[in-house]
């Protein structure tokens, strides 16, 4: 799009996206972080909500994709994420947990969704081991997280528990 306007395509329909918060932005990026620290020496890398996955209703900005491998497009889309991270705002939770969630199950490359809660602590982490196997489903309040057979720490997500 040359207006520079974020646009996700859903369903035969544009949607423009909304900016987020700083505190949406602070939880992406350091789940980012630590997941492509982690990653990075099996082939993995991470990338921003400025990159759109193709899913089967169209193309979508998920908060941060991880795609490892070698990196398929089409046009603009990635077509195997591994793993899609989405933080959670009012106005979003209930898509990005019902409808969206069910789009990115849809895709044989995904092994784990990631919701980070942004207004609560606790990460609720999807995941398969492959194709195949069925979807385990673990919210997770403190300690460490697993996602895609590593962990992050809560603590490096939100900041020290107080």
């Not at 395509?9 to 602070?26: D, K, S």
């Not at 350091?30 to 099996?42: A, K």
Request: charged letters at 25%; proline letters at 4%.
């Amino acid at each position: 799009d040359q207006s520079g306007i974020k646009l996700e395509y859903w369903g035969g329909e544009v949607y423009a996206m909304a900016g987020g918060t700083p505190e949406h932005g602070r939880l992406a990026s350091r789940i980012s972080r630590q997941l492509g620290n982690q990653l990075e020496s099996r082939g993995c890398e991470t990338c921003s909500s400025d990159v759109l996955v193709r899913v089967p209703a169209g193309d979508v900005f998920p908060d941060v994709t991880v795609v490892c491998g070698e990196t398929r497009v089409d046009g603009k889309s990635i077509l195997n994420p591994r793993i899609l991270i989405e933080v959670l705002s009012e106005a979003t939770a209930a898509f990005d947990q019902g409808a969206k969630l069910e789009q990115y199950r849809s895709l044989a490359s995904v092994r784990a969704v990631v919701f980070v809660a942004q207004t609560e602590r606790w990460i609720r982490v999807i995941s398969r081991t492959d194709t195949d196997a069925p979807w385990d489903d673990v919210v997770t309040t403190s300690g460490e997280v697993e996602i895609a057979e590593t962990t992050v720490s809560l603590d490096a997500v939100y900041g020290p528990a107080r």
